[in-house]
């Protein structure tokens, strides 16, 4: 049987739509930024169910490089954390590949929770 219900990513879109349109316009004054907070993290949970876990396997790949281990993203870390706070990359030869992956990592959850300043970062050369 094919399940035509909509999915997670499908009823936050909905709800999204929803509120924008007919709750948002007749919201009042004092209650505004809330209800612009509620739009964005709708927005951000929409964002996120459609990113998925894609770029995590590459990023976890990369820390793992690092730290010469091996392990998902949520495991690596905290360990990568640990490890820039024992003093590991302070090396000069060990900081580029630190930067490198660092920005990496913003810009994967900048795609998520601000692809707005995404875009503005791609389009700023040299940042």
Do not use: H, W, Y
């Amino acid at each position: 049987m094919i399940n035509d219900d909509p999915g997670a990513r499908d009823l936050v879109a909905i709800a999204l739509r929803s509120f924008r349109e007919a709750i948002l316009p007749v919201v009042p004054a004092d209650q505004r930024f809330t209800a612009l907070m509620i739009a964005n993290a709708l927005g951000t949970a929409e964002r996120e169910l459609a990113a998925g876990t894609g770029a995590e396997p590459a990023l976890a790949a990369a820390v793992g490089d690092l730290l010469g281990e091996t392990g998902d993203l949520p495991t690596l870390l905290p360990r990568l954390c640990a490890a820039i706070d024992a003093g590991r990359f302070d090396a000069p030869d060990r900081q580029s590949a630190l930067r490198a992956v660092l920005k990496d990592i913003t810009l994967a959850r900048l795609a998520v929770s601000n692809p707005k300043r995404l875009s503005a970062e791609r389009r700023e050369p040299g940042r």
